[in-house]
């Protein structure tokens, strides 16, 4: 591709790297923003709880990561805000099964705080 080959290029495999680089970014981001959800429920459940601090510190991370993937992947921009009823609804039942109780059953916070930088609930 580089020195502008066309007849030597192998498209059926080229467009099978990008399908595959592709589903790898939306699994990347579906991912960060299951952890990053997860924590933020935690939070919202128990904010005076000893684990809090480093709750807090793993929001920081899963967002700071799951920001930079999708400023590398503008095409998935809109992802996270469509995933996030269906995660936040598949992580409200992981923090209950490890134990944790009162959280609201539909997601209280929009995409815009869960990815706000300085948000926590």
Same mark, same amino acid.
């Given at each position: 591709m580089r020195r502008r080959a066309g007849n030597e290029i192998d498209y059926e495999? &080229? !467009?099978?790297? &990008?399908? $595959?680089? @592709? %589903? #790898?970014?939306? +699994?990347? &981001?579906? #991912?960060?923003?299951? $952890?990053?959800v997860l924590h933020l429920i935690k939070l919202h459940a128990q904010p005076? +709880? %000893? !684990?809090? %601090?480093?709750? #807090? @510190?793993m929001v920081f991370e899963e967002r700071r990561q799951l920001v930079q993937r999708i400023e590398d992947s503008p095409s998935l921009r809109s992802l996270p805000a469509l995933k996030l009823p269906e995660t936040y609804a598949a992580m409200r039942k992981r923090a209950l099964m490890l134990g944790f109780a009162d959280i609201p059953e539909a997601c209280p916070w929009p995409i815009g705080d869960v990815l706000a930088e300085d948000f926590l609930p």
């Open positions: 495999n &080229i !467009a099978e790297e &990008i399908e $595959t680089l @592709g %589903r #790898s970014e939306r +699994h990347e &981001i579906q #991912s960060r923003l299951d $952890t990053l005076d +709880h %000893r !684990a809090a %601090r480093k709750w #807090s @510190g």
